[in-house]
């Protein structure tokens, strides 16, 4: 099944003390840092959804979840972290 998602990403490339730079990306930059192996992906839609189909290697969180699980995202702020969800369309 293929998802229809809507992309965003935090790319923490800040230093550890500066605050998160939060950018809209395309599918193209998104699947760069994915064969790279560079960032976190992180699905933000319901268990549920998650359990019907997601991007391989996803983590699951739902979005009410991202700060009580906030122990599962990477520290090092140079890690990309991509969250994305149902797409609107």
């Known amino acids: ?3 229809s998602t809507t992309i965003a990403v935090l790319l923490a490339a800040a230093p550890v003390n500066a605050p998160a730079e939060f950018r809209v990306v395309d599918a193209p930059e998104v699947h760069a840092l994915l064969v790279g192996g560079r960032a976190v992906v992180v699905d ?6 998650y359990a019907e189909a997601h991007i391989p290697g996803a983590l699951g969180i739902p979005a009410d979840r991202i ?3 906030s122990a599962a995202l990477p520290r090092d702020r140079a890690t990309p972290v991509v969250f994305y969800c149902r797409g609107m369309g």
């Open 1 to 3: 099944m293929v998802l």
């Open 44 to 49: 933000v839609r319901s268990p549920q959804e």
């Open 67 to 69: 700060t009580a699980q």
